[in-house]
């Protein structure tokens, strides 16, 4: 099976622009995961769907949002960006809830 | 609020020692728990998990302890080789759908 795609991989904006960030899970996989990594915070938690659903949001602003299609693709979207977005975003993967996230390789961000 | 850390932020070892990286985790009600390894430029890998209901469980050269008395993991590599540096994460999953990530543990092997 192919593994968690994520595109773009690399990614420059400006401040106040907005980003969208797309997702494809493991065939098969209907949950899937977002999470922001920066040297400072490490690894946090964005959101989770299943099923087109959010089912869970870590503490973040509204101003990051997804979303989930049928086919259990995903997006994710920053509006108004700030400096301090700049991140590698990691979306993962699971069959279902309580199951192993498998990760793909992540969008760098860098926002100007 | 809940949180997962790790007690050595570096790990040096010579290569073909074994390393053992350690991990608190603060959320009792947590009964799955993940090891991570992230080399540079890539995303989380999936290395070992084990369940509460374990204490000890084993893979290929690696070994994933569980003590919940003490709310404690650690993941043991037999024979460590180059390839095995990276940074390794340990990650739980309360009852929530969200895994919590340690800070990490950077792992160098020496040759």
């Known amino acids: ?112 | 609020g809940e949180s997962v850390g790790l007690h050595l932020p570096t790990l040096s070892v010579q290569e073909g020692d074994n390393s053992i990286i350690n991990c608190a985790y603060s959320n009792s009600a947590s009964d799955y728990f993940i090891w991570y390894k992230q080399e540079s430029g890539k995303g989380p890998q999936f290395i070992i998990d084990i369940r509460s209901n374990m204490d000890k469980r084993q893979g290929q050269r690696v070994t994933v302890l569980l003590n919940k008395t003490v709310k404690h993991l650690s993941l043991q590599i037999a024979a460590t080789q180059p390839g095995d540096s990276a940074v390794y994460f340990c990650a739980e999953i309360p009852s929530s759908y969200k895994l919590i990530f340690g800070s990490g543990t950077r792992l160098l092997v020496r040759p």
């Not at chain 1, 991989?9 to 977002?34: A, D, E, F, M, N």
Request: with cysteine; charged share 15%; proline share 5%.
């Open chain 1, 1 to 112: 099976k192919a593994g968690v795609t994520q595109t773009p991989r690399y990614l420059i904006k400006t401040r106040g622009q907005q980003v969208t960030l797309s997702c494809s899970p493991i065939s098969g996989h209907r949950s899937v995961s977002w999470y922001q990594q920066t040297p400072g915070q490490g690894l946090q938690f964005l959101f989770e769907y299943f099923s087109e659903t959010q089912r869970n949001k870590g503490n973040f602003p509204g101003r990051f949002s997804g979303r989930q299609f049928s086919n259990s693709r995903s997006e994710m979207n920053v509006s108004t960006l700030e400096l301090g977005d700049s991140a590698l975003y990691l979306c993962a993967s699971s069959p279902d809830t309580q199951e192993t996230q498998y990760f793909g390789p992540g969008t760098r961000l860098l926002v100007l």
